[in-house]
């Protein structure tokens, strides 16, 4: 089995402040890396750590091939990341002294796909393989429709969130992922309960308190705690989550069990400063030592 992600990859500048940044003020950052980011190549690094072979299918620009070599570190597949002229997405995420963050984006080469060589790419997969996707790039319904009529379990974060962009990919997925703000977001405008949502499976992370489960199918609903832990960068904790979700599911865990796996995941995380580069290996997890919430 294998895990496909039709992403985004992102070059990440993270400013570390004493408080995240008021209209018109301005402020000293006490430190700044580059590094390695995108939710796309989050959950795709995320997955591969968790020991799962990975796919990543996107774009990025042509001057940036130490993004390759990076993610291929980590042990994700970019034989299907296409480079194209401009310039690789990025960006600009600002962490408080809580681990808080603010984030802008420029999409870059993420909204540059080509249809002919995402369905190429997803062509490689076999049925009962994973796609992931989420909403920073463009072409997610194609994308979606080709991999659930080969079979494969589609996973889809509804994040950065739109409703248009759910309502139209909704129809080819199996597994909804929501944070607990984007499932109120979802309700509100569609007016239905979750459990009136047209899809299989959802899937919502509460943050702290861990998260929830629901099949719409047979009624199962399943909640796990969240580790306590003492945050400094909450940065990719939800895309490390969903990562480690993927990547137990793919291999063969049951969803309960995938769910715990990656509550510890992502709870390792936020005690980490960074992105895609802080995402823990599954050794570090089997190892990380906490008490539940």
């Not at 137990?248 to 309960?256: A, C, E, T």
Request: proline share 4%.
């Amino acid at each position: 089995m294998a895990v496909y992600n039709f992403g985004s990859v992102n070059i990440d500048h993270v400013y570390t402040l004493p408080h995240l940044p008021a209209p018109g003020e301005t402020l000293g950052a006490t430190s700044h890396t580059v590094g390695l980011g995108g939710k796309g190549v989050n959950q795709s690094v995320a997955a591969a750590k968790a020991g799962s072979q990975v796919w990543h299918i996107g774009a990025i620009g042509v001057r940036d091939g130490w993004v390759r070599e990076r993610m291929e570190g980590y042990g994700v597949d970019c034989t299907c990341l296409r480079e194209v002229a401009g310039d690789t997405g990025h960006a600009m995420i600002c962490v408080d002294a809580a681990g808080e963050n603010s984030i802008v984006i420029a999409a870059g080469a993420n909204v540059n796909q080509d249809r002919d060589f995402v369905l190429s790419a997803i062509g490689r997969a076999g049925a009962g393989d994973t796609l992931l996707l989420q909403n920073e790039t463009d072409l997610q319904p194609d994308a979606a429709a080709a991999a659930l009529a080969k079979g494969m379990r589609v996973i889809y974060s509804a994040a950065p969130f739109s409703v248009g962009a759910v309502r139209a990919v909704l129809p080819h997925v199996t597994m909804l992922v929501m944070n607990a703000v984007e499932a109120e977001q979802l309700c509100t405008a569609t007016g239905m309960d979750l459990d009136r949502i047209p899809v299989p499976e959802v899937l919502v992370t509460l943050g702290a308190k861990g998260a929830m489960w629901r099949s719409n199918r047979t009624g199962e609903e399943i909640e796990v705690a969240a580790p306590r832990v003492t945050p400094v960068d909450t940065t990719a904790a939800g895309d490390t989550f969903i990562g480690y979700v993927a990547a137990g599911l793919d291999l063969g865990m049951p969803i309960r069990a995938a769910m715990e796996w990656a509550g510890r995941a992502a709870a390792l995380k936020v005690t980490r400063h960074g992105t895609a580069d802080a995402i823990p290996s599954a050794a570090d997890v089997r190892d990380f030592r906490v008490s539940p919430s």
